[in-house]
């Protein structure tokens, strides 16, 4: 654990931000329990999603980030040095902010702040990284150990959420379907809220455990066992959050990795045959089940849902390029896709288009979307060309959300667009400053001690 009070603060406000949300199916005898939320309406956000009430602490977090920016950050504001890199992506922030501000004043003036509190939250945050940083407040290490903890720790609790969640809603609701059949209907929204955000974030923790397993970090057998039962938890997790999404993050990097690194990564035969083992045992549950498979497979690619299948997703991209080859410069404007899309589709759906590049496209234009795959894209250079970069598991972040962009609103999500801006920011310090600290140098230990 960091040892200055306002660092420990600030690791309390992180794991609150990403484990903050709170979700009961309607029928859970708990749910009682947490009745007495609805009284903090201003700080816990109530909504009905699916079959489940949650509580999203959303306004909590606004409201302890603000008084620790202003107590302990502000002050050192004057003495900030940013890099190009750094200017360039609150450029990106700032604009979008402004923007929403322009085009949504109406809505702002009847008190309508989602999305200027939410680019608020992610410059707060992004600046208090670096401020810390900056002024000795925590060694670059220490912020990237405590920000990988968080990542791990997080997936963990989650995960054991997402059980826990299927297993009452399935004893409750679902008991007379199949194990299997259920999985079409039931969509656990653990302590995130949303489906894909939990099952992102538990791929992006089980990626971090199986590369620094494949690195050979852990020497104990009481590491090993640590290792396993997190590993087993959060591949858990992920099979019964219902979500495609993590898992094709997941496999499109491990199958990235292997071939870049396919030289240097050296598996035991006892992980082969583990890996073996476990990849023949999963074919043989779908083999076993594969009319329920077909199902699914109908239900999430080919059906006209607006949030539950891939084409669903077609559409929303088809809609999003019409609207950027209309307005090519300026777009239609921050967070105005949805409006948009409900207009032209007649009401069918008002998200956003469920691929951020494109939604930066159709709502900032050609200019913004330049900006921000010119800051990506230099990210990604020094990964690719710094050793201790491309060892670095906060590239791995950085890539895992660039990769799941591409079928999500990664922007507009709260937890995701913060661990966004809390990857860049570390990447940007460290890309300053020269440190190295690559994978070797963060080992469970480090989690224990935590």
Same mark, same amino acid.
């Given at each position: %654990?960091?040892?200055?009070?306002?660092?420990?603060?600030?690791?309390?406000?992180?794991?609150?931000?990403?484990?903050?949300?709170?979700?009961?199916?309607?029928?859970?005898?708990?749910?009682?329990?947490?009745?007495?939320?609805?009284?903090?309406?201003?700080?816990?956000?109530?909504?009905?999603?699916?079959?489940?009430?949650?509580?999203?602490?959303?306004?909590?977090?606004?409201?302890?980030?603000?008084?620790?920016?202003?107590?302990?950050?502000?002050?050192?504001?004057? $003495?900030?040095?940013?890099?190009?890199?750094?200017?360039?992506?609150?450029?990106?922030?700032?604009?979008?902010?402004?923007?929403?501000?322009?085009?949504?004043?109406?809505?702002? =003036?009847?008190?309508?702040?989602?999305?200027?509190?939410?680019?608020? %939250?992610?410059?707060? =945050?992004? =600046?208090?990284?670096?401020?810390? @940083?900056?002024?000795?407040?925590?060694?670059?290490?220490?912020?990237?150990?405590?920000?990988?903890?968080?990542?791990?720790?997080?997936?963990?609790?989650?995960?054991?959420?997402?059980?826990?969640?299927?297993?009452?809603?399935?004893?409750?609701?679902?008991?007379?379907?199949?194990?299997?059949?259920?999985?079409?209907?039931?969509?656990?929204?653990?302590?995130?809220?949303?489906?894909?955000?939990?099952?992102?974030?538990?791929?992006?923790?089980?990626?971090?455990?199986?590369?620094?397993?494949?690195?050979?970090?852990?020497?104990?057998?009481?590491?090993?066992?640590?290792?396993?039962?997190?590993?087993?938890?959060?591949?858990?997790?992920?099979?019964?959050?219902?979500?495609?999404?993590?898992?094709?993050?997941?496999?499109?990097?491990?199958?990235?990795?292997?071939? =870049?690194?396919?030289? $240097?990564? !050296?598996?035991?035969?006892?992980?082969?045959?583990?890996?073996?083992?476990?990849?023949?045992? %999963?074919?043989?549950?779908?083999?076993?089940?594969?009319?329920?498979?077909?199902?699914?497979?109908?239900?999430?690619?080919?059906?006209?849902?607006?949030?539950?299948?891939?084409?669903?997703?077609?559409?929303?991209?088809?809609?999003?390029?019409?609207?950027?080859?209309?307005?090519?410069?300026?777009?239609?404007?921050?967070?105005?896709?949805?409006?948009?899309?409900?207009?032209?589709?007649?009401?069918?759906?008002?998200?956003?288009?469920?691929?951020?590049?494109?939604?930066?496209?159709?709502?900032?234009?050609?200019?913004?979307?330049?900006?921000?795959?010119?800051?990506?894209?230099?990210?990604?250079?020094?990964?690719?060309?710094?050793?201790?970069?491309?060892?670095?598991?906060?590239?791995?972040?950085?890539?895992?959300?660039?990769?799941?962009?591409?079928?999500?609103?990664?922007?507009?999500?709260? @937890?995701?667009?913060?661990?966004?801006?809390?990857?860049?920011?570390?990447?940007?310090?460290?890309?300053?400053?020269?440190?190295?600290?690559?994978?070797?140098?963060?080992?469970?230990?480090?989690?224990? !001690?935590?």
């Amino acid at each position: %654990m960091p040892k200055s009070i306002d660092i420990k603060i600030l690791f309390v406000i992180l794991l609150l931000l990403f484990n903050g949300a709170i979700g009961f199916i309607k029928t859970d005898p708990l749910l009682s329990i947490f009745d007495f939320l609805e009284n903090f309406s201003p700080l816990f956000e109530f909504r009905e999603i699916g079959n489940y009430n949650v509580y999203f602490n959303n306004y909590l977090i606004m409201c302890l980030l603000i008084p620790y920016f202003m107590v302990f950050s502000l002050k050192n504001l004057v $003495s900030i040095k940013l890099s190009y890199l750094q200017i360039f992506f609150l450029m990106f922030l700032i604009y979008r902010l402004l923007n929403d501000l322009i085009v949504n004043y109406q809505d702002v =003036l009847r008190g309508e702040l989602g999305t200027v509190l939410l680019y608020t %939250m992610y410059i707060l =945050l992004f =600046l208090i990284v670096i401020l810390a @940083i900056n002024n000795n407040l925590i060694k670059l290490t220490e912020m990237y150990s405590m920000f990988v903890n968080i990542i791990v720790i997080t997936s963990i609790v989650n995960s054991i959420f997402i059980v826990y969640q299927f297993y009452i809603e399935f004893t409750l609701t679902y008991s007379s379907f199949s194990f299997f059949e259920s999985f079409r209907y039931i969509r656990p929204v653990s302590l995130m809220g949303v489906v894909t955000v939990n099952s992102m974030f538990i791929g992006l923790g089980l990626l971090i455990l199986l590369y620094k397993l494949f690195d050979n970090e852990f020497k104990t057998r009481k590491q090993k066992v640590y290792v396993f039962i997190g590993c087993t938890i959060m591949l858990l997790g992920q099979f019964l959050s219902g979500s495609r999404g993590g898992i094709l993050a997941v496999l499109i990097i491990i199958i990235v990795t292997l071939i =870049l690194k396919y030289k $240097s990564i !050296k598996i035991k035969n006892s992980m082969l045959i583990f890996l073996l083992i476990t990849s023949s045992i %999963m074919l043989l549950l779908l083999l076993m089940n594969l009319s329920y498979l077909v199902q699914y497979i109908e239900t999430v690619f080919i059906s006209d849902s607006a949030t539950g299948s891939n084409n669903s997703r077609f559409e929303k991209w088809g809609i999003a390029i019409s609207l950027f080859a209309l307005h090519p410069f300026i777009g239609i404007g921050t967070n105005k896709f949805g409006e948009y899309q409900y207009a032209i589709t007649n009401g069918w759906s008002n998200s956003n288009p469920h691929n951020v590049y494109l939604q930066l496209l159709a709502e900032n234009g050609l200019f913004v979307f330049v900006l921000f795959i010119m800051i990506m894209a230099f990210l990604l250079f020094k990964i690719v060309t710094r050793k201790d970069l491309n060892n670095s598991f906060v590239s791995l972040a950085l890539f895992y959300w660039l990769t799941s962009a591409t079928y999500m609103g990664t922007l507009d999500n709260f @937890i995701l667009g913060s661990l966004f801006c809390i990857t860049v920011s570390i990447l940007s310090e460290q890309i300053k400053g020269g440190h190295n600290f690559g994978t070797n140098n963060l080992s469970i230990s480090r989690l224990e !001690k935590s």
